[in-house]
């Protein structure tokens, strides 16, 4: 099974950055499409951002212009760099992928998710 670790969460004032990171824990990873996640108390969750495996993106319009996806390929590390931070970006923040299946099919769902990292901004 693909294991995602998120990392980086903490507190922040606002209009400061966080980079939030998510390793995958094998390097025989294939995916078609990988993503961050928020959930803030008493809300729903919200897809931050999205990357595919062609590498494009898209973005909630809340975080658009503030927020950027990306994945290194090499490491297996997906990252959030998050700028121009706001209270109502506080949140448990989660990384979630579409893994394929064993014959490489897509599952077209998101099947792995990781445990979550805090972000406060105050």
């Known amino acids: 099974d693909v294991q995602l670790v998120e990392s980086g969460g903490g507190s922040v004032q606002a209009g400061g950055s966080l980079t939030l990171s998510c390793a995958v824990s094998t390097l025989t990873f294939s995916w078609w499409d990988m993503a961050w996640f928020r959930q803030a108390p008493g809300k729903s969750r919200e897809r931050a951002a999205a990357?595919?495996?062609?590498?494009?993106?898209s973005y909630a319009d809340s975080v658009k212009g503030r927020f950027t996806i990306s994945f290194d390929d090499a490491e297996k590390i997906l990252f959030l760099q998050m700028d121009g931070l706001k209270p109502e970006d506080s949140g448990t923040y989660y990384c979630?992928?579409?893994?394929?299946?064993?014959?490489?099919?897509?599952?077209?769902?998101?099947?792995?998710w990781g445990q979550g990292t805090q972000v406060t901004v105050s």
């Open positions: 979630a992928a579409e893994v394929l299946g064993a014959s490489g099919s897509r599952t077209f769902q998101y099947n792995s």
């Open positions: 990357i595919d495996r062609f590498g494009m993106t």
